[in-house]
């Protein structure tokens, strides 16, 4: 993979420049020439600066030595307590949780682990969770809430455990519930995609005050592979749906659903995990931080206010 590092910071305040802009009342007719410029800036430094093509990031984002859950908690939460179980059925160990000291602040973590071999892989669905994984989820939030713990997600799947046992468990419930629990939290919430983010299996831990993005992951309703299949008949056209679907850091950055992209060393996250660990952790410090200075309250209505304007549009 390309050194990417010149174009990830230009390209992100740009971005940041263009998102304040169309946030403006007088957008666009008072600064059409700027918002012209900056646009014609981004595509030229995507072009030239050997950026990994949608599809390309999509590989990377599925790399079996990226850093998971456990890998980031191995280097960030040194004092981490597992907690497991839902209370009801089982645990489901396609996701991890448990409190932590990140830097000088208690923090609850819950995040989805894939597994690195095939056999580890296998043993934790390929991180894709059951309703019983999402139910963990809920209770290590409200757990959160009662303790006043602000709570970190880390987001890596393909989507939601798709097997039979699952659905006759209520999968599409757990995730709405989860949905819902996570929407209405007292606390200061944050997720990182680290990976993969694929459709509601991501979405259930992701609703969060603050949403940030790996520069080398990807987050979409469907895996490139199934829109290929049902728009076009075939699974092999998925890098064309890689593209159309701007499920990389950057593209959902300007589209504003996302609120930060994290850069990656050279060559990935798979490459240097403490160095990547470290990032995270610096920018969801910095977000806790942040959202700590609001009272509960405004946080609530910051959240919704965020989601309901996500997907508006406008005719000229």
Avoid at 207 to 213: A, G, P, Q, S, T
């Amino acid at each position: 993979m390309a050194d990417t590092r010149s174009y990830t910071g230009e390209a992100l305040k740009l971005i940041k420049r263009l998102r304040e802009l169309r946030d403006l009342p007088s957008f666009p007719d008072g600064y059409a020439e700027e918002i012209k410029r900056i646009q014609d800036r981004i595509q030229s430094l995507r072009k030239g600066g050997g950026v990994p093509s949608p599809w390309d990031v999509v590989q990377i984002a599925r790399h079996q030595d990226r850093p998971q859950t456990l890998d980031y908690i191995a280097h960030m939460l040194p004092d981490f307590i597992e907690l497991k179980g839902d209370r009801l059925r089982s645990d489901d160990s396609a996701i991890v949780g448990g409190m932590g000291t990140l830097g000088d602040r208690k923090i609850m973590l819950v995040g989805h682990q894939k597994g690195h071999t095939l056999e580890e892989r296998q043993e934790r669905s390929f991180g894709m969770a059951r309703p019983e994984g999402y139910r963990k989820a809920m209770r290590l939030a409200r757990l959160a809430e009662k303790f006043g713990l602000p709570l970190v997600t880390l987001v890596d799947t393909g989507g939601a455990y798709p097997g039979k046992d699952a659905e006759e468990g209520g999968q599409a419930g757990a995730i709405a519930n989860s949905i819902l629990t996570f929407t209405g939290l007292k606390i200061p919430t944050v997720t990182v995609v680290i990976g993969e983010g694929g459709s509601g299996g991501a979405l259930a831990l992701a609703v969060c005050d603050r949403v940030l993005m790996l520069e080398n992951s990807i987050y979409s309703v469907i895996s490139p592979e199934g829109c290929a299949a049902l728009l076009w008949r075939d699974a092999a056209e998925g890098p064309k749906a890689a593209a159309a679907l701007h499920l990389i850091a950057m593209d959902l950055f300007e589209l504003g659903l996302i609120d930060g992209v994290i850069p990656e060393p050279t060559g990935g996250a798979h490459t240097n995990h403490a160095a990547t660990a470290k990032r995270v952790m610096r920018q969801v410090q910095l977000a806790l931080s942040e959202l700590s200075t609001l009272n509960a309250d405004d946080r609530l209505r910051l959240r919704h206010d965020k989601y309901l304007k996500m997907g508006r549009y406008s005719q000229g």
